[in-house]
């Protein structure tokens, strides 16, 4: 439990934070990896060579000394944490691993005369503090997920039962249960964990479900990455019968349910998780504005399916904004998605529950767009594929 004087000690850092935490987290990684194998998989490499995991880990070490006295006041953050946990079994032997490495980047990186056993000892009881936090309510989560009808805990055996071309870029993979019983029912906009082996190593990623699951399997959506290991393994090796390893669905960034017009914006694959949303919202008559932006009508994913339940639900109103236009691309505008035209999609619609998910640059923009209409913020959510962020 921290006292007083360590709680003191721990806002007065604050600023060795804001200034050098990317340092820090980036020595911790490094450390970490090296010298502890076994905690690679939990990992994605790739957010570690351009810097996203360590700035989203100095980011959320900012947040909790910040707000120490308030734990409160950090909000959504330790409920996308714990989920982004779950999703990928992060497990209580892995909170002492994570521990002594940080306490160790920090004693290294600020060096001793700031990092005085004061402060270490103040850090070690802020991570107990923090980790007795999320695995009380890691262990919750798993276990709800484990005793829920189709639940499980841990890895449970699914097989490839179909795959779809859906853009030059993005295939379908349809995921059935080995042991052919029931599977859990996710929510609109929770993601699954895939546990993988490839050339010898473990790898483990989320990816969205971009369907309703029907309780018998499960589907998700895979962009080919440019060196991706895994979506390069899943788009080139995975065939049809194969079998691997799932985690139960996670992830807190859902759809709620409301009475308000929706809206659901994405670029890119960023489409994946709002399909399931649309679904889901259609089948309670409420209005939806689908507006979807892409490079080109080759690497738009689902759109034959979008028109489709467009035609069959007047309630929904779906537009496309392509950045460029081959010869037989048919889209609504093609450019960037401005505020003019965001605004002219929408109406005179403001009191809206306004979904958007893409790459980061693009949601920052979004927001803004939202922010600049009148949408309330407090109904403008958003979620990232990767590390958590800022959206400035």
Known sequence: MLNAEQRAIIKATVPLLESGGEALTTHFYKMMLNEYPQVRPLFNQAHQASGDQPRALANGVLMYARHIDQLEQLGGLVGQIINK?????????????????LLRAIEEVLGKEIATPEVIAAWGAAYGQLADILIGAEESLYKEKEQA?????????FRLVRREQESSEIVSFYFAPVDGKPVLKAEPGQYIGLQLFIDGAEQRRNYSLSAL?????????????AGGKVS??????????????????????????????????????GITPTLAMLEAALATQ???????????????????????LAERHPQLKRFYCYAEQDADD?????????????????????????????????????????KGLGVPEQQSRYEFFGPAAALE
């Not at 699951?213 to 990455?225: A, F, L, T």
């Open 149 to 157: 009808a189709g639940g499980w805990r841990g890895t449970r055996a």
């Open 85 to 101: 946990h779950v999703a990928l079994q992060i497990l209580p032997e892995h909170y002492p691993i994570v521990g002594s490495c």
């Open 232 to 269: 390069n393994y899943l788009h080139d090796e995975l065939v049809v019968g194969e079998t691997l390893q799932l985690f139960p669905p996670a992830g807190d960034f859902t759809l709620a349910a409301s009475d308000k017009p929706l809206v659901l914006i994405s670029g890119g694959v």
């Open 286 to 308: 409420r209005p939806v504005h689908f507006i979807h932006c892409a490079r080109n009508g080759a690497v738009h994913a689902f759109r034959d399916w979008i028109d489709g």
């Open 330 to 370: 048919q889209a609504d505008a093609v450019g960037l998605l401005s505020q003019e035209l965001l605004a002219q999609w929408l109406g005179r619609e403001r009191d809206v529950d306004a979904y958007f998910l893409g790459p980061k640059g693009f949601m920052a923009v979004i927001k803004r767009h939202l």
């Open 213 to 225: 699951c029907d309780g018998k399997q499960y589907r998700i959506s895979v962009k080919r990455e």
